[in-house]
């Protein structure tokens, strides 16, 4: 008969976090912006994750004030998630570049960087952290086969 350690895996299952929560690499060998950056991702993410659950309950919820309720507090996660959205903005220019490209835009969304850097231009390189850079620094992959 095979011997549990109850304890040991008590502990793993209150401290494995959900796979988005964890680090991908060494944490040791991550700075502090990559760790508030990811941080601030899986925030945007479960706020996200929250207003699609809010919104599916709401929407089938028979109670009419049970569902406003629950579409209320959907719209506060919205709120949160615009939050965590601006400070991404602010903190990580590949952000900031690609939101002010693509929100408030018109037309075609597939069509938006194509429009605001003109057909056929060249794009600058990306150097250094992509956490600061605008660019992911992989090239474009349109056209490839």
């Not at 929100?103 to 429009?115: D, R």
């Amino acid at each position: 008969m095979l011997e549990f350690d109850t304890v040991e895996i008590r502990r793993q299952c209150m401290f494995s976090g959900m796979s988005s929560e964890s680090y991908h690499e060494p944490i040791e060998l991550l700075s502090e912006e990559t760790k508030n950056t990811h941080r601030a991702i899986v925030s945007l993410k479960e706020e996200l994750e929250a207003i699609d659950w809010y919104q599916q309950r709401a929407e089938a919820c028979t109670d009419p004030e049970l569902s406003a309720v629950l579409v209320h507090n959907k719209n506060e996660e919205v709120e949160h998630a615009m939050m965590t959205l601006e400070w991404l903005r602010r903190n990580v220019p590949v952000f900031d570049a690609n939101i002010d490209m693509y929100l408030k835009s018109s037309g075609p969304i597939t069509e938006v960087e194509k429009n605001a850097t003109g057909a056929g231009e060249a794009k600058p390189k990306a150097s250094g952290s992509t956490i600061n850079s605008p660019s992911l620094g992989i090239g474009s992959l349109k056209g490839m086969k």
